[in-house]
């Protein structure tokens, strides 16, 4: 029996040091997950972790040229590590939630931030300000056995070679193993699944023509440019 349309190639991520790709299945972000962050955005406190989904083809893999997005007066920029997950779980307890770890690598979770904000007034779902084309840039997957738990570490991000970003790992309100546990509370999380792990304070627009490195020790930089909508 054969597809009714040509299948598309599998968004898939360049692992370090490796021939092989890392096939992307879902990708699960984490909202307000640093104190600054929390507010700038609105927030206070510790609260409950909450979690949005872009879909894998919103992936940009390895960066390069993003386009400006349509329908938006308000294109902004979150630093972030992305977690990929090398197998199947559920209900997974923190304290083991480190084996279900491939790898890391520096993701930039874009956002039509003034789409994103009508959603919000409207008690409407987020998707057309955070689920869009070339939604999701990720740079070089970076094994775990070769940068481990990855639980604390500098994160920075230049706009046009100025620091706008810059913080620790270590500040995330909610640490890795206890976002994996809380998803798989609701998910049953697969290989190939992703997650975005919340970014720092320091948010902004950018614009056509800017350029952005994005960077975590360990895992090296990420580098974009905005180039003119499609």
């Not at 904000?117 to 998707?127: A, C, E, F, T, V």
């Not at 970076?142 to 604390?152: C, D, E, R």
């Amino acid at each position: 029996m054969a597809y009714a349309i040509s299948l598309w190639t599998p968004p898939a991520l360049v692992i370090a040091d490796s021939k092989d790709l890392f096939p992307v299945r879902r990708i699960f972000c984490v909202g307000r997950n640093y104190v600054e962050h929390q507010k700038e955005m609105g927030g206070d406190g510790r609260e409950q972790p909450f979690f949005f989904i872009k879909s894998a083809h919103s992936l940009v893999a390895g960066g390069g040229d993003v386009h400006y997005p349509p329908k938006t007066a308000n294109y902004h920029y979150e630093t972030e590590m992305v977690v990929a997950i090398s197998r199947q779980g559920r209900r997974i307890a923190a304290k083991d939630a480190n084996s279900y770890i491939f790898g890391c690598a520096v993701g930039l979770d874009m956002t039509r931030r003034d789409l994103q904000q009508i959603g919000k007034d409207k008690g409407r779902p987020w998707d057309f300000g955070k689920d869009f084309d070339q939604a999701a840039p990720c740079g070089t997957l970076v094994p775990a056995a070769k940068v481990g738990s990855m639980a604390k570490g500098a994160l920075w991000l230049k706009v046009n070679g100025k620091v706008r970003q810059s913080a620790d790992l270590a500040d995330m309100i909610w640490s890795v193993p206890e976002q994996i546990e809380y998803l798989s509370q609701y998910y049953t999380l697969e290989p190939g699944d992703l997650i975005y792990s919340g970014t720092p304070a320091g948010v902004g627009p950018v614009q056509p023509g800017d350029e952005l490195v994005a960077g975590i020790d360990g895992l090296g930089e990420l580098k974009v440019r905005i180039v003119a909508p499609l």
